[in-house]
């Protein structure tokens, strides 16, 4: 089975009229189908260009970008559109339409790839069924709790079906006990529906509790890539300058 | 009513209906050019969807000119052209004409700022999941953005009522003709008394109106 993204050599570069700031410097990274890949660093890492450019809302500066082995550059605007509406996403501030219920969220991305009311309707049913927050269908976003908004946003970025789901600190708006109960759902979501999960955060608790594997991102360049297992802390501790901090801990660093 | 005579009552009903005419097809029309206009500028302009620094600066600059002309010097600069759409340059169908011209450079100020008001989050989710230009600017920008368009609009058509009492010195019929007519050149001060108090009270339920409604449209907390 081939990789579900490859990310090859890519960069990424701003340029404004007074200095050109390099977010990404040459990123190498494969995500096998099926895991849940944790890309974690430091603020201003490069984490969210890195996840932009996997459903080019960042056109890398240079380099290729795989989704299911299709090369993205060379992608027409209308192919672009196709490759988005198979990759969900979802974000820290949830983004949700406002003035939209929950279900006219989830109704939302049926709408625009063409399908008819009723069954999208119907569809997006199923979809908060599924997020668990059925009874929340017709509620404005106003009116649900940040937990219940990334069930919304969750549901909305798996109506079309997508193989993959990128989620962008998408826990680190909310509490710790609801920032668990959302990273189970994505658990049992990616476990149910063969989807592969690419997590950016700045929290190690997030990577340790549900990915396989994970990549350090810092400067721009993958620094560490590996699996999760027990060294896992101590390695991001140690790249992120902060072994000291370790030991202050009493050298386990989870609480 | 002694206070005022029938033929006064009979003027002023005429007035109120020409100044809601005036001001009500001149607001539907402005809207017309305003509207796409204000949305364009909001897509090419600054942390738009569709980026053109050149096409932004095109517009802006139009906008900017009409804006920038006095009301009454438009209206008067504006009377050849007029009299070439209408046939006339005076009564209140004529003044719907200057009326649009400069309401719609405002009317796409409103608009694009309202725009601009969007969440560029949701702009963004709406992105990733493959929306076309055209979907986001349909479904998410505008609809996002109508309480704030709504109170735009009430903003615009008190401004296009207070243009349209401006008209009357031209002979552009309703109360502001009124006003001018028998208040000013007659120093009428019953008449004049009654067509301020008139054009308030218009102005109020408009406002009200408008603040009504688009409290009652917006399902988004009073607090973001």
Same mark, same amino acid.
């Given at each position: ?53 996997i459903n080019q809302?960042?056109?890398? *500066?240079?380099?290729?970008v795989?989704v299911n082995?299709q090369?993205l550059?060379?992608l027409k605007r209308s192919q672009l559109l196709k490759l988005r509406r198979s990759i ?22 049926? %709408? ?13 049913? %199923?979809?908060? /069924? ?32 997508p193989s993959i789901?990128?989620? /962008? ?9 609801? *920032? ?15 989807? *592969? ?12 509790? !549900? ?6 991102? %810092? ?10 297992? /027990? ?8 790249? !992120? ?15 | ?17 020409? *100044? ?51 009301? =009454? ?36 100020? =409103? ?7 969007? /969440?560029?989050?949701?702009? %963004? ?5 493959g ?28 401004? !296009? ?64």
């Amino acid at each position: 089975m081939k990789p579900a993204i490859i990310l090859s050599g890519v960069t990424k570069s701003f340029r404004s009229k007074k200095a050109t700031v390099e977010a990404l410097r040459g990123i190498d990274l494969t995500v096998e189908s099926g895991q849940i890949f944790g890309v974690i660093g430091l603020s201003g890492a490069g984490k969210s260009t890195l996840v932009r450019c996997i459903n080019q809302l960042e056109k890398p *500066t240079s380099g290729e970008v795989y989704v299911n082995g299709q090369a993205l550059s060379g992608l027409k605007r209308s192919q672009l559109l196709k490759l988005r509406r198979s990759i969900g996403m979802i974000f820290q501030h949830f983004n949700l339409l406002n003035q939209r219920t929950a279900l006219g969220n989830v109704r939302y991305p049926l %709408e625009i790839s063409g399908w008819d009311k009723d069954k999208a309707t119907k569809k997006a049913l %199923e979809l908060l /069924d599924r997020v668990g927050i059925a009874d929340k269908a017709n509620a404005y976003p106003a009116e649900l709790s940040g937990g219940q908004k990334q069930r919304v946003a969750i549901a909305r970025a798996l109506a079309n079906d997508p193989s993959i789901l990128l989620c /962008d600190e998408a826990t680190s708006a909310l509490d710790p006990a609801t *920032t668990f109960q959302i990273l189970k759902l994505i658990k049992d979501l990616s476990t149910q529906l063969g989807l *592969t999960v690419v997590i950016i955060t700045h929290e190690m608790l997030v990577v340790k509790a !549900i990915c396989s594997h994970f990549a350090l991102v %810092e400067d721009g360049v993958v620094k560490y890539n590996g699996v999760v297992d /027990d060294d896992f802390e101590k390695i991001v501790f140690n790249a !992120i300058g902060g072994s000291e901090i370790l030991e202050l801990l009493g050298t386990k660093g989870d609480s | 009513m002694d206070f005022l005579s029938p033929k006064e009552i009979e003027m002023i009903q005429k007035g109120i209906l020409e *100044t809601l005419y005036m001001t009500s097809l001149s607001t539907l029309f402005a809207y017309f050019i305003g509207l796409p206009l204000g949305v364009v500028l909001a897509i090419t302009g600054k942390g738009g969807l569709k980026r053109n620094p050149v096409i932004y600066s095109v517009l802006g600059f139009i906008v900017n000119v009409l804006r920038s002309a006095p009301f =009454l010097i438009l209206l008067v600069t504006l009377i050849p052209f007029t009299r070439l759409i209408v046939g006339t340059s005076i009564g209140s169908t004529a003044t719907i004409v200057p009326l649009t011209i400069a309401a719609f450079p405002f009317i796409a100020r =409103l608009v694009e700022s309202s725009l601009k008001e969007v /969440d560029s989050g949701v702009v %963004e989710a709406a992105d990733s999941m493959g929306s076309t230009r055209w979907q986001i600017i349909w479904k998410v920008l505008l609809p996002e953005a109508r309480s704030s368009l709504l109170l735009g609009v009430a903003i615009a058509t008190t401004t !296009i009522l207070s243009y349209s009492a401006m008209a009357g010195f031209v002979g552009g019929g309703g109360l502001g003709d009124i006003a001018i007519r028998f208040g000013y050149y007659r120093w009428q001060q019953k008449m004049m008394l009654i067509t301020v108090i008139l054009l308030i009270i218009i102005v109020q339920i408009i406002q009200e109106l408008g603040l009504f409604l688009s409290k009652k449209l917006n399902k988004k907390r009073s607090d973001g």
